[in-house]
């Protein structure tokens, strides 16, 4: 069987530093907020090239604080796209404002800039950008809106870390971007893990305190915070598999590249994209008309592949109260789409035979 992802064979690959990593920390016997959480946190901020960069329980919580620290509440409107992992919505739900959902564009999943205007009302306050698949979204348009109507725009960058638009890294295209580090991201740790990186010095101060019990200072709570905290073993995980990031995206990008090549089945719609930076293969996500008999097929053929999403935000249990509504892209996204194997330790036998196997079909 080829595996979607095979994150036994990613992780060893640094088994020997992550190990010395590890001992030099049961060695100190010091697990949170201290060495292994400063060295990332600067090391991820100049990966993305920001200011500031502070680590947190997850990526879920990394939105949710952004949204807490900018002070939205209650009836605040926020625009995200209709197609996402539900993480993004949730967040928004969680601070009692309104999530506004805007229809991705068909050709890249992305939320569809030419649609975020007319959704825009007095209550709006910003804008959440998700690149979705790993690919960075057409920022020029949302700036121009959100400086337009003065809203902040926010990254979910939970998916691509590494992605570039216009010589910029995903991570700094925005007021403040929310990573995940869940093990089988791009960058992922041994558990669960998240950051915020963001050039706004007041936003990193105020996440930052939050997330530790709102305090500033030991014992000295300026807010009513939460404990999403970062631990010192996945930090310590997470900048040791830092430096291979670039080269693991490249190899992501070499797959992706060619599957787009050689992929010639004229049931299979490929993904698109702008130009190869700007997309770091989280997934490597095919349309299909007739995807669950697809899906049996490449199991059958021993290929392993994960559907992403197989029902949209809006039609699930949680958000009741927009079942009845229509998001048609959306909606054709979520039922014909499915993600084939792409990673950093696929062999070339492995991908010759998933250009193989899908082309019989
Ligand atoms: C993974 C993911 C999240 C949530 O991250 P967790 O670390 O699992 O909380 C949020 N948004 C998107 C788009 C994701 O893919």
Known sequence: MIKFLDLEKINNRFRDEIDLRIKTILDKGWYLQGE???????????????????????????????IRAYGFKEGDEII?????????????????C?????????????????????????????IIVVHLYGQAVQMDKVWEIAKKYNLKVIEDSAQAHGAVYKNKRVGNLSDASAFSFYPGKNLGCMGDGGCVTTNDEELFKKVKAIANYGSDRKYHHIYKGVNSRLDEIQAAVLDVKLKYLDEDNKKRREISKYYRENIRNPKIILPKTYDENSHVWHVFAVR????????????DNGIQTIIHYPTPPHKQEAYREWNNLSYPI?????S?????????????????????VVNEY
């Not at 959902?101 to 050709?107: R, S």
């Not at 939320?111 to 007319?118: G, Q, R, T, V």
């Not at 959306?330 to 979520?334: G, K, Q």
Request: hydrophobic content about 35%; charged content about 25%.
């Open 336 to 356: 014909t789409i499915i993600s084939i194997p792409v990673s950093p330790v696929m062999t070339n036998d492995e991908i010759e035979k998933v250009v193989e």
């Open 98 to 126: 309104i999530p506004v959902l805007v229809e991705p564009d068909i050709n890249t999943y992305n939320i569809n800039p030419d649609l975020i205007e007319e959704k825009i009302t007095p209550k709006t306050k910003a």
């Open 330 to 334: 959306s909606e054709e996204i979520h």
């Open 288 to 299: 299909t008309e007739n995807r669950d008999e697809f899906q049996k097929y490449l199991t």
């Open 36 to 66: 292994e959480n400063e060295i990332f946190a600067r090391n991820f901020a100049k990966f993305c090239g920001t200011k500031y960069c502070i680590g947190v329980a997850n990526g879920l919580d990394a939105i949710n604080l952004i």
């Open 80 to 96: 995200v796209p209709s197609n996402t992992y539900i993480a993004t919505i949730l967040a928004i739900s969680e601070n009692g």
